[in-house]
């Protein structure tokens, strides 16, 4: 199962136990980080696709830490002009492990199995009597 979100601008195709590095973000290391802008989920060959984005389903992830990329060097110049620049920057970033995807199907199959083993618990429990 994989799900593709869009964060910060950019969109992000993530698995469960993914790690991924979105920019930065507002969150603590260690706590919990929700994605509600799902564009596609995949499931089991079952692909769903949002207009703009898929409802009922969430990403979760837990925040690991945060720190910067690797050195871009900015380099402007302009010949004949003895016009040098040379600037560096590093983008700040958050590493993110995506922990579950949720599905609204996953709520609505754990409601049947539920009102199917309570119907079978009933069944059980008439034909009990009608042996009694």
Do not use: W
Request: hydrophobic letters at 30%; charged letters at 35%.
């Amino acid at each position: 199962m994989y799900a593709i979100i869009e964060s910060c601008g950019k969109q992000y195709k993530v698995a469960e136990g993914d790690v991924v590095f979105f920019e930065k973000l507002d969150a603590e290391e260690g706590k919990k980080v929700t994605f509600d802008n799902v564009i596609l989920v995949s499931e089991e060959g079952k692909v769903q696709v949002g207009n703009p984005y898929v409802k009922g389903v969430k990403v979760e992830g837990k925040v690991i830490s945060h720190g910067k990329g690797k050195k871009i060097i900015v380099f402007k110049m302009k010949p004949k002009k003895n016009y040098r620049r040379k600037q560096g920057h590093r983008q700040p970033y958050t590493k993110v492990e995506i922990t579950k995807i949720n599905t609204g199907s996953k709520k609505a199959e754990t409601t049947k199995t539920v009102a199917k083993k309570t119907e079978a618990a009933s069944a059980k429990k008439e034909t009990k009597k009608e042996q009694a």
